[in-house]
């Protein structure tokens, strides 16, 4: 499930470089806490935030099996997965953001869901509002079709809409603030590494989404 935390770049670029290093996850678990590398005055929400990154770069790795869907070679999957944890430790910033935001497409289903379909299909159809009754249909849709989501209580799906909102809005779908801009989606400008990876892990379909681009 989404973290109120949910976007955080300085958190995974540290995990990511880590990762590059060769550290295992006990190995970065411990030299976040013990190097106090998050930099958060306290140590409770330390392991669990290394977790969580840990967790989204474990997710860009696709299946066999989804390998076998998108009819990519598994071993490229990975060497264009080591790409992007490269992009997220040592990128710039805007390839480090994407990279992280394909991270959390990869991690959790109701992300993915509200690219490919909401934000997506508007694109495509040069539809670029995307309003609170927008997210709050695509939020009714998805507690209905997904059962885990079924038990979400009122406060949890508030929660939620608010992580994916600011997600939206700090991968650059959509504006900042609170005014006309933030219900605007606005195309993305892949940067062209981020982009070859996507393309060696078959994700064609997100990256029309996320563009508004045809992509064959």
Same mark, same amino acid.
């Given at each position: 499930?989404?973290?109120?935390?949910?976007?955080?770049?300085?958190?995974?670029?540290?995990?990511?470089? @880590?990762?590059?290093?060769?550290?295992?996850?006990?190995?970065?678990?411990?030299?976040?806490?013990?190097?106090?590398? $998050?930099?958060?005055?306290?140590?409770?929400?330390?392991?669990?935030?290394?977790?969580?990154?840990?967790?989204? !770069?474990?997710?860009?790795?696709? #299946?066999?099996?989804?390998?076998?869907?998108?009819?990519?070679?598994?071993?490229?999957?990975?060497?264009?997965?080591?790409?992007?944890?490269?992009?997220?430790?040592?990128? #710039?910033? #805007?390839?480090?953001?994407?990279?992280? $935001?394909?991270?959390?497409?990869?991690?959790?289903?109701?992300?993915?869901?509200?690219?490919?379909?909401?934000?997506?299909?508007?694109?495509?159809?040069?539809?670029?509002?995307? #309003?609170?009754?927008?997210?709050?249909?695509?939020?009714?849709?998805?507690?209905?079709?997904?059962?885990?989501?079924?038990?979400?209580?009122?406060?949890?799906?508030?929660?939620?809409?608010?992580?994916?909102?600011?997600? !939206?809005?700090?991968?650059? @779908?959509?504006?900042?603030?609170?005014?006309?801009?933030?219900?605007?989606?606005?195309?993305? $400008?892949?940067?062209?590494?981020?982009?070859?990876?996507?393309? @060696?892990?078959?994700?064609?379909?997100?990256?029309?989404?996320?563009?508004?681009?045809?992509?064959?």
């Amino acid at each position: 499930m989404l973290t109120r935390e949910q976007f955080l770049p300085h958190e995974m670029r540290i995990v990511a470089a @880590l990762r590059m290093q060769g550290a295992s996850d006990e190995q970065v678990i411990v030299r976040v806490k013990s190097e106090n590398l $998050f930099q958060y005055p306290t140590e409770r929400m330390v392991a669990n935030r290394a977790t969580v990154c840990l967790r989204r !770069l474990d997710a860009m790795v696709p #299946t066999d099996a989804a390998c076998a869907v998108r009819g990519i070679d598994s071993n490229i999957a990975v060497e264009a997965v080591s790409s992007l944890t490269r992009l997220m430790a040592s990128g #710039t910033p #805007t390839q480090a953001d994407q990279a992280i $935001f394909y991270s959390m497409i990869c991690r959790y289903d109701i992300v993915r869901e509200l690219v490919l379909v909401e934000v997506g299909e508007r694109l495509q159809n040069f539809d670029y509002a995307f #309003t609170a009754v927008d997210l709050n249909a695509f939020m009714t849709r998805f507690t209905t079709e997904y059962p885990d989501a079924a038990r979400w209580t009122e406060a949890t799906v508030k929660r939620i809409k608010g992580s994916l909102r600011q997600t !939206l809005r700090h991968a650059g @779908l959509i504006g900042e603030g609170q005014g006309p801009e933030s219900e605007r989606l606005s195309p993305l $400008f892949l940067d062209s590494d981020f982009e070859r990876a996507l393309v @060696l892990l078959g994700e064609q379909s997100l990256i029309a989404a996320l563009t508004g681009r045809v992509v064959m």
